[in-house]
């Protein structure tokens, strides 16, 4: 008994590795931003001598596909999985989509339609008996599958990462059982976050809603959100310890290659343009700068790369700037880097809403990485905003102000704004998961 007892404390102190147990929903080869954060976490976790598990679904239902993902994932990773349930079969006969057709996030549609009738009734389904989001019917195996694990393998840490926010109800299910540290990361906000209304929910599922994110704010032993107003937002709902690490770029991620800039005046956005997101402001203003500038006409190129919503087109259309606008499909995360550098200006947009402070996209990071000027139309006194001046690398200009984002353009037309001094060191994703492995030491 006594040797058993001297062996298994002598595997222990030989294996000095702190185990962490990452759920999340996104990993590779899920494209998208939603995937990125926690790949990078887990490689530098990994090269710091930690040693990181990830649970994640074996056939999830991913908006993209980026196998360029894959070589951030370390090799010897041990990636657990199982089999998940989502309605999206359903959903696609209930709407009459093709049965390969993927199922876009943000309510974004590609098509030339407006939403129907189906559509809003499926969006009041989805958002009165799916709660917290599809992802629900994973809850449950998933805690008795963990659970079954632990029973044999040593954890030091689980994090839960969401949206969807199944994923912190999988892991407040272990925790009930498990006297292990819980981690709650928010990549986006619960039921603050821009869609929420338009979920159409009733009283009852409304208020199940927050009851369980209260649960988690208060449950979890440490909150992280990607930024100060979420924050703050979450502090005021009862969490137990909050702190900010926000979103970041790697380095490694820099094409090593000398990439030229576009021979136009090319201003691009990168990702997904939903009709939250459409900056109607920017489509006059980039018509006037048309009528009264004629070097500004022949040299202004628009570059939209990724998803776009047909109301965006429209729009436009509308503004009469079809001539000269580019459309891109979604991009590899590397293609899409290379051309963040290619271009003269970077498009960030705030998503004109309630919550508009508190948005502060992954994209805003990668851009900075760039050293490619950001204009952004957004509050200039939000979590974006701020970042921006503190690193000198960009504007953000009012959605009111016109003349603010015309004068901005030219500025940048003409060469007048420079990010050579920008200090954006504090955000490298290396940097980040410092900050991340220090809040985890004083847990």
Known sequence: MRLNLMAKLAMKVNNSKKKILIITYYWPPSGGSGVQRWVKFV?????????????TPENPEYPSIDESMLKDVPTNLEVLKTKIWEPFDFYRKFTGKKKNEKINAGFLNEGKKK?????????????????????KFWIKPSIKFLNAYLENNEIDYVVSTGPPHSTHLIARGIKKKNNIPWIADFRDPWTNIDFYKDLKLTKLADKKHHRLECAVLKEADLTITIGETMKTEFEALGAKKVICIPNGFDKEDLSAKSIEKDEKFSIAHIGTLNPSRNPQLLWESLSELVAENQLFASKLSIKLVGKV????????????LFQYLELIPYLPHDEAIDEQQRSHVLLLLVNNTPNAKGILTGKIFEYMSSRTPIIGIGPVDGDAANILNQTKSGIMVDYEDKEGLKDGLKLMFNNGFSTETADINSYSR??????LVSALGEL
């Open 43 to 55: 490689k530098y976790l990994a090269k710091k001598g930690w040693e990181p598990i990830v649970y």
């Open 115 to 135: 939403n129907g009738l189906t559509q809003i009734l499926s969006v009041w389904i989805r958002g009165n008996f799916f709660i917290p989001d599809a992802r």
């Open 309 to 320: 919503d047909f109301m965006v087109k429209e729009a436009i259309k509308k503004a009469g």
């Open 430 to 435: 290396e940097s980040l998961t410092e900050r």
